[in-house]
Structure formats: C-alpha cells, structure tokens
C-alpha cells in the first residue's frame, strides 16, 4: 500500500472537516486523488472502497455530503491506523540522566517570563534576566539548561550569564555544563570553561588541558588563560606560542606573562624580536619577572645601534645611487623602528633604575631623536613622567634649549612636583607667550591639562545632582582647587594676552583680576555673543566675569539669549545658562520678561518662565557679595 498517497487524502480530508462538507462537492484536491486511488483499488478491495468513498463524496451535497465524508473519514483513519508502528527500533539502552537536581519551588508566574527572555530574541530581554536572577529564579532546576543555552546569546546577555548568574548557582549546575560542553564548538563553549573555572577551580584541570589542546579557537583561548594560573603547563603554553594561528599565540603570550620564569621569558623576547613584536608588548608589561624587563632595556640599547646603522645604510645608498627613485626610507629601517618603538612601548608601567636609565639615554641620543617621530619621543617622555620618580623628573628637567621645544609640556609637569610657584612662573611664563611655537603650544596643552576646568564642573552639576537624587553618588564636591606650584597671580595677565579665556577661570577663584583682564574678558565676551559659533567661549567669559564680581550689560545678557535660541530649536535651556541666567540681579527682570513677546524666541518662553521667577527673587543689588570660590559654589548650588 502506498502510505504517501494515504497522508495526502488524509490532509484533505482533515482539511474539510474544518472548511465544512458543502465544501466537498466538486473539490479539485479530491477530485486530482481519485483516480490514484482508482487504479490502487484494481489490486486491493480497501482502496477500491477509498476511491469510492472519494466518489461519493465529491458527488453529494447538503446532508449527503456531510454523512459521505464522515464515512471516508472512518475509513482512511482506519487503514491508517493498520500501517501504523509502535515498537521502538533498534536495542534498548539505559537513558543517561544528568547528575543534577534543584528545587522546583519558583513559581511559574517568575519563571516564565525568565524562560522567555532566555530562549527569544529581541531588546530589553537583559533586564528581565537581571531581575530574574535577583529575585532568585535561577536557583530553580528548570532553569539550569536554557541559561546553559544562554551563553551563546548575544554577547551582554552570554557575558552576563557567565559572570554573574551561573557561578552563582553553584556546582549544580556543573553536570548541564559538562554534558553542553564541545570543545570543537564556538565562544559559548569557551565561556562554559570560565563558568565552570569560577566554580570549581582546578578540578576540571584535565578537561582544560584537553581543550587547549585539540579544542577549536575560542575554547582553546579560554583554556590556555586558565592554565597560566597552575604549575606544570609552562611546556604547553610554550608549544602553543608557535602555534598557526594568530589568536592562540596572542592566547599563550598573555599565559607566559604570568611564569616567572627564564623559559617564558625567552620566548617573548624571541616574540619582541620576531614578527610578532606588537603582540609582545602587552604580555611583556604585565609580567613581574625582573629579568625580563632587565632583557627589554638591553635589547632598546641594541636595537637602537640596529637603527642607527640601517638608517646610515640607507643615506649611503642614497648617495651612492642618485639615479635611484627618492624614498623616505628603506624596509629594513622601517622594521628596526617598528622593533624599537615596540620594546620602548613594553616599558609602560615599568619603574627600575635599568628603565629610567634607558629612557633617558633615548631621549639624549641624536639618531633616536632625529628619527623618531613626535609620538614616539612624547611616548618616551609620558613613560619617565609616569615613573614619578625624582630620578626621572630630573632627566626631564636636564632636557633643555630649542632642540628640545616638543618636550617642554612634560618638563613644566615635572617642574610642579618640585620648584616653587614663582619659579615655575619665571622659567615657564615666557615659553607660553610665544606664538606657533613648538613649545609654546606644549606648554599651553600642559598648562590646560594641569589647572581646574571650571566651566565643565559646572556643565556636569547637574547632573551629579540628579545622581544623587536617584541614590547613584553624591551631589556636592570640592571646590577646585589652584595646584600650590601654579598658584602664581602673574598667570592671570599671562593667560590672557594669550587669548585663552577658559584657563582663566581657576585663577579668578583665588586672586583679583586686575583691569587688564577684566577688559580682556568684556572685550572678548562682546565679540564671541556676535558670533554664533562662539557660545562656548562666552559662557566660559560670563562665567569668569561673574566669579571676579563683574556684573553683566543687559544687552549682553539679551545677545546671551538670542544665542541660545539660535543654538537650540526647541524648549530647552543648558544646565549652564540657567544657571548662570538665574544668578542675574532682579533689576534684570523686566528687560529679560520683554523677550518673552518676541516671536524669535517664543519657544523658550516655557524655560524661561521658571527662570525669570527666581531672578525676581535675587534682591542683591548686582550680585551676591562674596567673590571667587564663595560666588562659584553660591552658583554651583543654583544648578
């Protein structure tokens, strides 16, 4: 008998049953089986009665059709029920059941909606994960295998899952992840390596070995990271820093950063030397193996001879071949800087006497500095720096004269951890006064770095406040403070025939601003609210005029205005013009409230309502009697 033709007749027959029987006369798919059946009737009488019950069927109408179709019904259920089969194939085998139990005691009311987020897709299915797992949804059993699943989510659901929830079911949960785990598998599989890592520790020491071993990239990455932390593996993690494979030998670097020992450093000096010299800084940097970091200075000195002489090379090749095309340099320059800069970039956070004297003699030698572009040398300067060291501040502060201009940003850092405000002032103040100067313009980025950014404190006020508001951090902080080695009143005229309104701010906190700053700020407050692009720099100048008690012209206060509704096409004042718009005197009031009737600025009506009410209120006469860090923290309090 043909069971295929039987399934068709039945889907037909099931699918009139629904459409209902005055459906059946006539029906086209009936129609298209009967004569199949017809000719399978030839050899069996009960296909022959089928393609007559289809006969009839297609034949009749009203109660006739309904009670032929009930018959055909019967009797194709019945043929194929005699097909059917229901003993199982092959030999009997006990089940493996997973060593794991857990109460079943959650609620299904929680555990839906965890179960949905775990096995969907889609947005916001992260917070239903975090709150299921606070509620403690994930202590239930039914839970176990879709978190498991989980891990191959999206990656802040996966990590989430590997970080936060798994480890905290705890060893219940290890037989689910030993039966899901593939060592052939993908990032899933690696991170149910660090699941069961943070839950049982080195007792899968076996598993991590074999998966570092034969496993595919990702779990090969995740197992060569959990070894480094065991004795006895420093061979594998040898053989696997030869490894094909680019991402495994990055894998088995960062293992050998943690063995102190003499075989793993050879093989990442062999790494700094060799073609994988830029994934070698990293690992380097992080090991604590002196002797490591004592072969790194050794190797910046010879390879920096290596340099020397390939760029000589190459200027005699030039000369001798004049004919040649011109280039810029050679390959085996290129690959002799590449190597130096990399060893001089391993040294970060590195602070021995062997260091600091090599970075030293780099920035005293003429082939390094003559070759080395600017980020390499500053690179170098930023490493001494970083030591805080008074060796290496001193190294820095011998540096001097016009050769060496670019670095004159980090000898002003270094100068402030040891010479007097007015010492700084005099060695310094005549450097910031030139103009397109190599070290002019690093000692304005330094000076820049270095002092208080007032006008950005009081932009991010409020928004601590609003932290704070939610339980998230503390609205009040200190006041910014002058460093006591700026902390020259000179600076104040210095600054602004520089033209740098901004670096004024912090000065103003603490010394009177003489006429020729005040005049320099009102003069170029007029000139940035003329210009639309210019908003920055007026609020930083309105501010500084407000913290030295100068008070602001109504018609500035009005361009400040206009300003604001030329920046913003909508209902909405920034946190520092409010602020500084709520601190104007109440006499400003009524010019403010004529505003208000100008149809250019009708869509700041709504914000500047509020605003114009608690400038009513200010009943001092210009502003509130106090100067410099008190008037600031008064403004900083209105935001």
């Known amino acids: ?377 500053d690179y170098a300067a930023q490493l001494l720096l970083d030591m805080e060291r008074d060796e290496a501040d001193a190294a820095l502060l011998s540096r001097d004269g016009t050769a060496y201009g670019w670095l004159a940003g980090f000898r002003l850092r270094a100068a402030i951890r040891h010479w007097t405000a007015a010492e700084v002032y005099d060695r310094f103040s005549p450097l910031f006064a030139k103009r397109s100067t190599p070290d002019s313009r690093t000692v304005r980025e330094a000076l820049a770095g270095l002092l208080p950014d007032l006008y950005e404190q009081l932009r991010y006020a409020s928004w601590r406040s609003e932290a704070a508001s939610a339980g998230e951090g503390t609205a009040q902080e200190e006041l910014p403070r002058l460093p006591e080695a700026l902390a020259d009143s000179r600076w104040i005229k210095r600054i602004a025939e520089a033209d740098l309104p901004r670096l004024l701010l912090p000065y103003l906190l603490r010394y009177e601003a003489d006429a020729d700053a005040l005049n320099f700020m009102r003069t170029k407050l007029d000139a940035a609210l003329a210009t639309p692009n210019k908003r920055e720099i007026a609020y930083a100048l309105w501010l500084g005029l407000y913290i030295a008690g100068e008070p602001l012209e109504s018609e500035q206060a009005k361009a400040f205005i206009g300003q604001l509704t030329a920046q913003y096409g909508y209902a909405y004042i920034d946190p520092v013009s409010s602020a500084l718009l709520r601190s104007l005197p109440a006499r400003y009031a009524p010019e403010l409230e004529a505003l208000l009737l100008d149809r250019n600025k009708a869509r700041l009506a709504a914000v500047l309502e509020p605003i114009l009410e608690d400038t009513k209120r200010n009943q001092f006469a210009e502003f509130p009697a106090d100067k410099g860090a008190e008037r600031y923290a008064w403004l900083r309090s209105r935001m």
């Open 1 to 377: 008998m043909s069971i295929a033709i039987l399934t068709e007749l039945h889907a037909e027959v099931r699918r009139l049953f629904v459409a209902g029987s005055g459906l059946a006369a006539n029906d086209p798919r009936l129609l298209k089986l009967q004569p199949q059946l017809a000719k399978l009737g030839e050899t069996s009488p009960a296909f022959k009665r089928l393609a007559e019950g289809v006969r009839k069927t297609t034949d009749a109408s009203g109660a006739v059709a309904a009670a032929a179709l009930l018959d055909l019904g019967g009797l194709l259920h019945a043929m194929l029920y005699t097909q059917g089969k229901s003993e199982p194939q092959g030999a009997g085998v006990p089940i493996a059941a997973l060593a794991s139990a857990g109460p079943t005691t959650v609620s299904y009311r929680k555990l839906a909606p965890v179960l949905e987020a775990l096995t969907s897709k889609g947005g916001g299915r992260l917070q239903v994960i975090r709150q299921g797992h606070e509620d403690g949804v994930f202590r239930d059993f039914r839970v176990f295998l879709p978190a498991v699943q989980g891990l191959a989510d999206v990656p802040e659901i996966a990590d989430y899952l590997a970080r936060d929830v798994l480890p905290s079911i705890g060893s219940k949960v290890v037989p689910v992840l030993l039966r899901r785990f593939d060592a052939q598998g993908g990032k899933a599989d690696a991170r149910m390596l660090g699941v069961l890592h943070a839950i049982e520790g080195e007792k899968h020491l076996t598993l991590y070995e074999r998966a570092a071993r034969e496993g595919a990239v990702e779990p090969q990455i995740e197992a060569i990271g959990l070894l480094a932390r065991y004795d006895g593996y420093l061979p594998l993690l040898l053989e696997r820093s030869h490894d094909g494979k680019k991402a495994i030998r990055q894998a088995a670097y960062d293992a050998l950063a943690l063995q102190e020992s003499e075989a793993a450093a050879q093989r990442l000096m062999e790494a700094l030397s060799g073609k994988d010299y830029e994934m070698a800084i990293e690992p380097i940097r992080r090991s604590r193996y002196e002797p490591l970091e004592q072969r790194v200075v050794g190797y910046i000195r010879s390879e920096l001879t290596h340099y020397g002489d390939a760029v000589a090379e190459f200027e005699r090749s030039k000369r001798e071949n004049p004919d040649q095309p011109p280039a810029k340099s050679s390959p085996k320059v290129e690959l002799s800087y590449a190597r130096l800069t990399a060893a001089i970039h391993s040294l970060e956070g590195k602070r021995s006497d062997e260091a600091l004297r090599a970075l030293s003699e780099l920035l005293g030698d003429e082939t390094f500095l003559s070759g080395a572009d600017l980020n390499a040398k």
